[in-house]
């Protein structure tokens, strides 16, 4: 952990909220300092120039208004188990987000995230940034439910509240997070604001707060298996809204590859893929269908991992990942809803 005098850091203790305890509290954990960084000269050495010989374990996560490739990034929370840094991308611009982009991109650097995809598309759309050697809790949790037998609807994504109530995992309240989606509903430029109130502070804080706690917990219960789908879908998933055509794939790093002990396995899984698909106008609701019917029947006839755009966009493109023989599969079903008939 880089060392740094108190003026280069900006140490906020956060209260409980009145007539509650804090997120913190609830899970009887003590709490970690939090700094809110506008200099990359406040982050830890170990951050800002990765190495083979230090490989780090960090949450991660981004808050922004309309966080996508046409929003804007204000805040990125990065987790250590000693502090939390809440980088202000307002305050520090274009110069604090060069300095993160090789801990970003690099593969000695492993982010644990919740759902990843949008969070990827503002930094590479926004700062040129390939998010990368992601461990999207999402996946991991669907991963070990398939692995222990239970089969969540496919149009069903845990969310991080449903997470952290899950007594398996962390079994705590996170009630303020609805509390903050309401404010951000009322006004869209919630988190644009400065100073940072403690509400802001304490929210983004404790969207990365159990993070690493859910990644141990997780990597226990996942076998090599699941751990080698976990690596290649958080890999697909982080790149899946920044390629808009399939050469676009060469920018990003390679995905891992199977294992040799699973290949040396009796049923070998198969390469997972990418594919982008491009929707004519006027044909993306023959392909969603009613409510989303359609989508959703192509998932179950598939075993595949179908992702739209939808209000944030891009608006005209399907993605689709899964195994290479259900992603052929479901883009000719796509492409026959896209037929006039």
Not at 25 to 36: G, S
Not at 230 to 255: E, H, I, N, S
Not at 260 to 276: A, G, H, K, T, Y
Request: charge should be negative.
């Amino acid at each position: 952990m880089a060392s740094s005098s108190p003026t280069q850091r900006a140490h906020v203790p956060i209260p409980p909220e009145p007539g509650g305890r804090s997120l913190t509290q609830e899970a009887n954990e003590p709490p970690v300092p939090i700094h809110i960084v506008t200099d990359p000269l406040q982050l830890p050495a170990d951050f800002l120039n990765p190495s083979p010989d230090k490989k780090l374990v960090i949450g991660f996560d981004c808050e922004g208004v309309d966080l996508c490739r046409h929003g804007k990034l204000c805040i990125m929370q990065i987790a250590f188990s000693n502090a939390i840094y809440l980088v202000d991308v307002i305050q520090g611009g274009e110069m604090i987000m060069k300095a993160c982009k090789p801990a970003l991109e690099s593969n000695y650097i492993t982010k644990v995230i919740h759902d990843c995809k949008r969070d990827s598309e503002a930094l590479y759309f926004q700062f040129g940034i390939r998010l990368h050697n992601v461990v999207d809790t999402q996946i991991a949790y669907s991963l070990i439910e398939e692995q222990e037998g239970r089969r969540r609807p496919l149009d069903d994504y845990i969310s991080f509240v449903s997470l952290l109530a899950d007594p398996r995992y962390c079994g705590i309240a996170y009630d303020e997070k609805e509390e903050v989606r309401v404010l951000m509903r009322q006004d869209p430029n919630f988190w644009t604001y400065r100073p940072m109130t403690e509400l802001m502070v304490r929210a983004a804080a404790d969207d990365v707060r159990f993070l690493l706690y859910l990644y141990h917990k997780m990597m226990g219960k996942l076998n090599q298996r699941s751990l080698w789908h976990l690596a290649v879908r958080g890999a697909l998933y982080c790149r899946c809204l920044c390629c808009m055509k399939d050469a676009d794939f060469a920018d990003w790093p390679t995905v891992p590859p199977i294992p040799d002990n699973l290949r040396s396995e009796d049923q070998c899984p198969e390469e997972e893929i990418l594919s982008v698909l491009d929707v004519p106008p006027g044909k993306m609701g023959r392909v969603i269908g009613r409510k989303g019917s359609s989508i959703l029947a192509i998932k179950e006839a598939c075993n595949a991992e179908i992702l739209i755009g939808g209000a944030k966009g891009p608006p005209d493109k399907i993605f689709v990942i899964g195994p290479v023989r259900e992603v052929r599969k479901a883009e000719a079903i796509l492409r026959g809803r896209m037929i006039d008939y």
